[in-house]
């Protein structure tokens, strides 16, 4: 981000930038935490909102509102989702 006030970066830098490390953010609380506590399928659902909001830069449009809904949905579903009862 710093590289974007000396003109180095473009702003379509800064958007993959925080988009991949929000993705990565949450691919590694699954890698940590989610994936010995929470099902199969609600683990893949977090694997598919990281791979969504590492995405969004793709989208045409405001992505920080999309990044914002993914993760926010992304927080609804794993705070509802069953536990593991093998865990």
Do not use: C
């Not at 609380?29 to 977090?46: E, F, P, Q, Y």
């Amino acid at each position: 981000m710093i590289e974007s006030f000396s003109e180095h970066g473009t702003e379509g830098d800064a958007k993959w930038l925080i988009s991949i490390a929000i993705g990565i953010y949450i691919f590694g609380l699954w890698l940590v935490r989610d994936r010995h506590i929470v099902s199969a399928k609600s683990g893949a659902t977090m694997m598919l909102f990281a791979v969504l909001i590492a995405l969004t830069p793709l989208l045409p449009g405001f992505q920080l509102i999309t990044m914002t809904t993914l993760l926010v949905l992304a927080v609804v579903f794993r705070v509802n989702a069953p536990v593991n009862a093998t865990a």
